[in-house]
């Protein structure tokens, strides 16, 4: 799992696959050859394309997790703020909640931001595409997925 996600981040980087193989084999102490770093790269774009078409073809499942990560940032807001409160005599540790409940603001306001474009017929309008007939009659290409 290391390896997949050492390959993916520096494949992202464009970085060339000479100097992948000498990244992971100082990383792990092994020597790969190329055909299985493209055995990786391969395993990494069958990987997504299924975690893709899961996310495509399971909406409403989507909308959930994406609400249940909202409700998750939520509750840790509520904690650091019960931190904040309960701490307050040792300053070291409010400056730290509430650098956390910065973080955890930013986060939330993120996803409010992109929100709308998950949720259909709430996201930008598509001029070709008739985005007022209800989610359940629209087709998969009308719906917008990140």
Same mark, same amino acid.
């Given at each position: ?17 000479? *100097? &992948? ?17 493209? #055995? @990786?790269? $391969? ?28 409700? *998750? &940032? ?17 300053? #070291? @540790?409010? $400056? ?51």
């Amino acid at each position: 799992m290391f390896v997949k996600s050492l390959v993916a981040t520096l494949s992202i980087k464009r970085i060339p696959d000479s *100097e &992948i193989i000498k990244d992971i084999s100082s990383k792990i102490n092994k020597t790969i050859s190329q055909r299985y770093l493209t #055995s @990786i790269k $391969q395993q990494i774009k069958r990987d997504s394309y299924y975690w893709y078409k899961t996310l495509r073809d399971g909406e409403y499942e989507y909308l959930h997790e994406f609400r249940e990560r909202i409700n *998750e &940032i939520t509750d840790l807001q509520r904690r650091h703020y019960k931190i904040v409160e309960v701490n307050a005599n040792n300053p #070291s @540790i409010q $400056q730290t909640s509430l650098a956390e409940l910065h973080k955890l603001n930013i986060t939330l306001s993120n996803y409010f931001d992109i929100a709308p474009y998950i949720v259909p017929n709430l996201g930008a309008s598509n001029n070709n595409n008739d985005n007022s007939l209800p989610a359940a009659q629209q087709t998969k290409e009308d719906k917008i997925i990140v």
